[in-house]
């Protein structure tokens, strides 16, 4: 443990069992697992210094789920007196922030059953759809809003309708707007379900090219965006673990 070890005993165990736990749960560069167990006390504060301290600027994040909850129990209540269209899409935007995408789609539905003359609620009610596994659903409202709006929601919308053609076995139009999409768009999301599309054709070197993408991003992005793309590098390094060349 070392002299500083005994100096912060116990609150040094303390420091390195909350390194770890954070480690677990964020799944930082491997190498800081190392660091924390071999150098001790000091190698935690390390970690927490560099990896857990700036994740206190995301907390503020986990603070707005109170208001969030707040404004749907408002929404819900306002409804009743009031079910206009607008209230609605507020409703299921706000289901959608809360991962309640059951819910949230059903919104919704009654959003566009009063007004279908926006087009926010059909790209949300079809990006429900996908992430619930009905891709068929999703496709008419993710035409709709790309056939109105190429790029909308930064080339996402697009992105996501060429997952659902791969998903309901158009897998020639699949690609085809994969490759429009990736000549602008760089979302990792999109990287790897175009990835995904190759694989499931055996075509695995080309797969795992772009799976690849989204890891030789990491180098370029500044730290808070690391953070937030780790659950993409994550699933880029698992799919490059499970496809082999």
Not at 11 to 25: E, N, P, S, T, Y
Not at 27 to 32: A, E, F, L, S
Not at 115 to 134: E, H, Q
Not at 148 to 159: H, I, L, S, T
Request: glycine share 6%.
């Amino acid at each position: 443990m070392g002299l500083f070890g005994y100096l912060l005993y116990p609150w040094g165990l303390l420091l390195q069992a909350f390194a770890i736990v954070h480690f677990i749960r964020r799944r930082p560069d491997t190498y800081w697992i190392f660091i924390i167990l071999f150098l001790g006390p000091p190698g935690a504060i390390i970690y927490l210094l560099v990896e857990a301290l700036p994740d206190v600027g995301l907390l503020g994040q986990s603070f707005k789920v109170f208001p969030r909850h707040k404004r749907m129990h408002e929404l819900e209540a306002e409804i009743r007196q009031n079910p206009s269209p607008g209230n609605y899409e507020e409703l299921g935007g706000l289901y959608m922030d809360d991962s309640n995408l059951v819910s949230a789609r059903a919104a919704f539905d009654k959003a566009i059953a009063a007004r279908a003359d926006t087009l926010d609620p059909f790209y949300r009610r079809g990006v429900c759809a996908i992430l619930l596994g009905d891709a068929a659903a999703a496709l008419p409202d993710l035409e709709r809003t790309v056939s109105k709006e190429a790029d909308y929601d930064f080339g996402r919308a697009a992105g996501l309708l060429a997952h659902a053609y791969a998903l309901t076995g158009q897998k020639e139009k699949a690609e085809a707007l994969f490759r429009q999409v990736t000549i602008t768009s760089t979302l990792s999301e999109t990287y790897l379900n175009f990835a995904e599309l190759l694989a499931s054709e055996d075509r695995n070197a080309e797969a795992r090219e772009w799976a690849q993408k989204v890891l030789d991003k990491k180098a370029a992005m500044p730290s808070y965006q690391r953070r937030r793309e780790r659950p993409w590098f994550r699933k880029a390094n698992e799919f490059l673990g499970r496809v082999r060349a």
